[in-house]
């Protein structure tokens, strides 16, 4: 949520296209499989909020594209509000998962 501060609506007057586009590109091209986004502007009390949903990953671990085993040499899986490192012998491509 843009716009929002201390639970606030405090109003966003940022480039949300520019903001949509930038997060769109990290969830599709930076990680494997891609995670799906959704953004929507919303008016409260006629300030500009943005909001922003990022879906989880249809399969689990999720991989950083330029980290193992797509060309790097570390994984992580998220679990929660946690990011933790997997040990490369753990580690298998995407094609793989399914």
């Given amino acids: 949520m843009f716009g929002v ?3 606030q609506a405090m109003g966003f007057e ?7 586009n930038k997060l769109s590109h990290l969830a599709n091209d930076s ?7 959704e953004s929507f502007s919303l008016d409260y009390n006629h300030r500009q909020l943005l909001c922003v949903h990022v879906s989880s990953a249809k399969t689990k671990p999720v991989f950083i594209k330029d980290r193992s085993p797509l060309g790097g040499d570390a994984c992580f899986k998220r679990t929660g509000a946690c ?9 298998k491509k995407p ?4």
């Fill in 31 to 37: 990680q494997e499989p891609s995670l799906g986004i």
């Fill in 5 to 7: 501060e201390n639970f």
């Fill in 14 to 20: 940022g480039d949300s296209d520019a903001i949509t």
């Fill in 83 to 91: 990011t933790v490192l997997v040990h490369h012998s753990f580690c």
């Fill in 95 to 98: 094609s793989m998962l399914n």
